[in-house]
Each structure stands twice: as C-alpha cells, then as structure tokens.
C-alpha cells in the first residue's frame, strides 16, 4: 500500500518532467500583463510579479530540478558503488582507507561545502551545479553498500567464482553487483531526493543558474520579489510543496520496503495488550 | 576508554581533513579564482588587502609544499586572513561576531528538536495502534521539506499576515545590546520563528527513527520479562525499552548533524539572521573567499565537536563501550 501510494507520487512526477512541458508548450518565462494575480480559471496557479505563469513555470521547472536530482545522483551512485563495493570486497588497508574517506564525507556539512564549491564555480550551468552536489553526496551509499558487501563476499556463488580462477574486478562487478541491485535502487533514490533538497537550496540562494526556471529558482524570485510581504502565498507554496511531495514519495517506498523486511513497524490496529 | 580514543582520532584526521579540504579547493577549482580575483581588484583595492588575501590562501612563489606548511602554521595562529566584504577585518573577528548567535540559535533549536521527537517517537511505539499514528503520515511529509520553505511559509503567517512575531535580525532596532532583560527578552522573541523552523524541519527524522528502533525492541525478551514482572508501564517504556532503543538513535541523531546545520545555514539567510549562515551567503555573494573558508572551516569543526558529545553521550548510556 505504502509503496504503491509512494510510486504513484515519483511517477506522476517523472512523468510531468519528461512529458508536461510537451503538452503545454507555453515559455516558462513569458511575461504579461497580469502580474500577481491569485489562482483563477486563466492561470491555475497564478502569475509571479512580471506575469509568468506559475503552473508553467512548475511543470518546466520539474525537469530541471529532477534532471539535475537524478544527474547528480547518478554520478553519486557510480563513485557510491566503486568505493563501497572495492573496499568491502578488497577489505584490509584499502577498505580501511575508502572507510575513512567514506566516513569523513558523510560527517563533514555537505550543504556549507556545496555552496562554497559553488561560489568557486566560474559559471554555474547545470551540469557544474549537479557534479559539485555529486561530489558531496555519495558517502552514505557507499557506506550501505559496503555493509553489503562484506555479507555478500563470503557466500558460496562468490566463493565458487573466485576458485574457478575469476579476476577481483570481475567478481565484483557481475557476481555482486547483480545481487547488490534493490540496494542500490533504494540507495540511489535517497540520492536523488537529497540532490533535488540541495539543488532547491543553492538556487534559492541565487547560487546555481538563475537563468533556466528550477523550483530552487522560483523560490528565489519569489523571496527577492517580496512574494511574503506581498501576500501572494500561491508564488512560493506549490514549488516547496513539490520538492516536499516527492521526498514523501520516496520515503513511503523506503518505509514500506522496511515494513515487508520488518512486520512489527506496520501501523496495523492492535489489541491493546499491555494494561 | 578504546572507544573514546578512536573517536577522538577519527574526528582528528576528519578535521585534518577539512582543513586540507580548505587548502586545496581554491587551488583545484578551474581558472585559479584567486588570481582572477586579485587581477579583478587591482585597480580599486589597495595593494594591503591583496596582500593579505594572498597571505590569507598562503598564495606565493614558493611550492605547493611550502604553501601548504604556511597555510598550517597560520591557522595554528587563528591567522584566517582578512575579510574583502568587510575589508580591513580579519575573518576571525567577522566569525566571533556571528558564531555565537548561530551556536545559540542552532544548539538550543537541536536539542528541543530531539528531545520532543525521541519522546514523541516513544510515544508513538508503545501508543502502536491509537490515535497517534495519525502523526506518521505528517512525519513523513515533514522529512523532506526543505527548511527554508517552512521558514517562508512561517514568515508568511505568523509573520506577515498575523504579525505575531518579527521576521528578520536577532533583536530590536530599538534596544541596545547588553546584559539587560530588555534585550534578552527581544533576542528571544526574534529566535522564535528560525527556532521553530529548525525544530519543525529537523524533528520528524528523529520521531520516525526513533519509533522504528523502538517498536523492534518492544518485541526483545528483556522486554516482555520486565512486564511479566509486574513493572509499571512507564518504567518498562523509558528503562528498559527506550533506554535500549536510544543508542541507534544517537549514532543517526550524530550523522544528520551536518544537514541540520546546512538547514540552519538556510534558514539564518531567510531570517536575516546575523549568524554564520548570513555571513556565508554573503562571503559568497561578494566572491570573499577568505570569509567563505573560514565559516567553511568553522562550521566543519563545531560540527565535529557536535559528534564528539554525541560520542560522549552514548558513552554514558551504554556501559559495554566503557571496557
């Protein structure tokens, strides 16, 4: 149940990114006349201050914000995977190293790091923005998946592979990995929502490209064009609300993946046994 | 005490790390920052303020090596360069200035943070089945918000529109700073709003994770023991269950300290609160490289200081680690 509702949600999403802005085909960032109008029949979400239109601007600004979520996280996950799988698979001096690197960047304050690798950035286009957020955001996958490993490496299959003469590199990346797969799914998932939480917050700062809309971007305009003092709740509201909307998403397929692995967590109704 | 002194000697090299971190981005990054920085200024800065900031990033002629051990030796003085923003002040004064107000606001924020969710999270496990589930649906919303939405979405009510309470700077304009009731009484009344905003924002991850760890260790033996003793539910609740169900908790509660404070950082800028997370934005803004390491610096170390009392606080509640 949990995980349907919460697959639901990441494909509706999904799906407004990849196909919303081909339906609707208006430009995110025409202006009109009708500046800060609330929600209507004509524009279902509102206008910002110069008139653009909220509902356009949320659908286009879905797929930077999850294009750069999902570009990120996949970098992550790759360097995620070769340090996590290497080391626990290795063990010995160079797990111990990848641990501590590992446990170094999951300790250190990703966000602080992130904006000043940013205000390093001589121009900050998508693809800078989604790196410098990669770089700093893989630790926790590869400190999941060496858990894994280490499970995972004294088992017959891996056993079997390593007498019948196979190269390390080898086993690692089509006997493990294969079997590593759900893990990194859900790893890679995590990923993604906590790039699209650092992209928000870096546009929000007019740290990352202001030039294309991001919901990071809109959040922006809306604070510098005193959406607040204003009262036009409908400017800010919904690209937060999104962001919010997609971490649920993700998390109720988190939970309910733990909920199969672990029954006791279910919310089921029960008698009361404890007097 | 092993335990202890591993700790100590990984939070040491992580610190070591941070400040090597420190030394090499402006190096690494494409088009030498400083360089263009320094060429950029040249015409409407006087010469002082280059000279420091090249001082600041021990930029000279000499090898990376020697740059490096210079760069150390001046850290170990607290020599962290001067300000471009605030130009002639050293970047340590502009964090002494600001460090405070964010440690205040940050620290107290996290501790009320985690006392009310571990509790709820409590609650919520041995409540199983009640009225308070209803909280897990909101919990899981709450988990990924981002901090400065809630901020905006709390200036938006019970700032603007219900004018409860200011929405930006630490006190009045209309008191002057000192040890007065007056101003404690305005430095508190201005911290409600980012206060609630980190409390709201960072709460749900420890009542979710706290429920989860609490509701497995309800089923262990001990537990059922301690019932069919005849004990008295809210000492089976605290002593025996969650006393057992914290310790997971505070190694997660330790690891989420570094997205708390990039939250704070956020959430200080919406604000305009006078902390490090504004003085960041603005290093940043003004392309301040000195004043950006050193809050980066800074902020990495309270962080490992953080972790290091979470280190010790799990030290006191679990007698195994003490052999």
Redesign the interface.
């Known amino acids: 149940m949990k995980i349907k509702a919460g697959v639901a949600i990441l494909a509706f999403f999904t799906l407004m990114a990849i196909a919303g802005p081909l339906l609707i085909g208006a430009d995110p960032a025409a202006t009109s006349n009708d500046g800060l109008q609330g929600p209507s029949s004509a524009h279902w979400l509102g206008t910002t201050q110069t008139g653009q239109d909220i509902l356009v601007q949320i659908v286009y600004g879905a797929r930077v914000s999850m294009g750069v979520g999902v570009l990120s996280a996949v970098i992550a996950t790759l360097l995620a995977v070769a340090v996590g799988l290497v080391g626990g698979y290795f063990g010995g001096a160079i797990d111990e190293t990848f641990s ?1 690197l590992t ?2 960047f ?8 992130i ?8 121009q900050r286009g998508v693809a800078s923005v989604a790196v410098v957020i990669a770089v700093t955001g893989w630790a926790w996958g590869a400190r999941v998946l060496r858990a894994q490993t280490l499970s995972v490496r004294r088992r017959d299959f891996v056993e079997a592979a390593r007498a019948s003469g196979e190269r390390p590199l080898r086993i690692i990346f089509f006997e493990i990995l294969p079997v590593l797969l759900p893990v990194i799914a859900t790893s890679f998932l995590a990923t993604v ?1 906590g790039a699209i ?1 650092a992209e ?2 870096l546009s ?4 990352a490209d202001l030039s294309t809309v991001s919901w990071g971007s809109m ?1 922006y305009f ?2 510098n064009g005193q959406a ?2 204003i ?1 036009a ?1 409908w400017w ?2 919904p ?2 609300l999104c ?6 998403g ?3 397929v988190n ?1 309910g993946i ?1 909920e199969i692995a ?1 029954p ?2 279910r ?4 008698r ?1 046994a ?2 | 005490m092993r335990f202890l002194a591993r700790r100590l000697g ?1 939070y040491l ?2 610190a070591w ?2 400040v090597t ?1 420190n030394f090499l ?2 190096r690494l ?3 030498d ?1 400083v360089e ?1 920085l320094v060429a950029r200024m040249k015409d409407n800065v006087d010469p002082a303020a280059i000279e420091a900031m090249r001082r600041a990033f021990g930029l000279s002629d000499a090898g990376l090596w020697q740059q490096y051990l210079d760069y150390l030796g001046n850290l170990a003085h607290g020599e962290l360069g001067r300000s471009i923003t605030f130009f002639p002040t050293e970047v340590s004064s502009v964090i002494a200035g600001s460090l405070p107000w964010t440690v205040g606001l940050v620290g107290v924020a996290t501790v009320i943070s985690y006392l009310i969710g571990t509790s709820l999270g409590v609650l919520m496990a041995w409540k ?2 009640t009225w308070l ?1 209803g909280v ?1 649906p909101a919990a ?7 901090y ?2 809630v901020a ?2 709390l ?2 009510v019970f ?3 219900l004018q409860w309470f200011p929405v930006s700077r630490a006190y009045g304009l209309d008191v002057t700073a000192g040890l007065t009731g007056e101003f404690a009484g305005s430095v508190l009344y201005h911290a409600v709003l980012p206060g609630v905003t980190i409390v709201v924002a960072s709460m749900a991850d420890r009542i ?1 994770g706290m429920r ?1 760890v609490m ?2 260790t ?2 262990e033996d001990y537990v059922v023991m301690a ?1 069919a003793k005849g004990l008295t ?1 809210r000492r089976v609740m605290w002593a025996y269950a969650a006393r057992n169900a914290i310790l997971p908790n505070i190694t997660s509660f330790a ?1 989420s ?3 708390v ?3 704070s ?2 959430t200080e ?2 604000f305009s609160y006078p902390g490090i997370g504004s003085m ?2 603005k ?3 003004n ?1 301040d ?1 000195p004043l ?2 050193g ?2 610096l800074v ?2 170390l309270a ?2 200081v953080a ?1 290091f009392l979470a280190d010790l606080a799990y030290l006191i509640l679990d007698p195994r680690t003490k052999q």
């Open positions: 501590v446990n170094i999951l300790v250190l304050p990703s966000l602080p790091l904006i000043v690798l940013a205000g390093y950035l001589p929502v939480l928000a917050g929000f700062l007019g740290l959040l809306a604070q607040l003092l009262g709740w800010f509201i690209p937060g962001i919010a909307l997609i971490g649920t993700l998390a109720l939970f733990d672990n006791r967590l919310t089921i109704k029960v009361k404890r007097a | 990984f090299l992580t790390a941070a971190l981005i402006p990054m494409p088009g920052p263009l199983r089945g589930d897990l899981t919303f709450m988990h990924a918000v981002p400065f939405w905006l979405a200036v938006f700032g603007v529109t979710l989860n509701v497995t309800l089923g019932e539910s690891l300290l570094g997205f404070v990039g939250g950082v956020l800028i919406v960041l934005l290093g940043v803004e392309e490289f950006m390491q809050i980066f902020i990495s962080v490992l972790n």
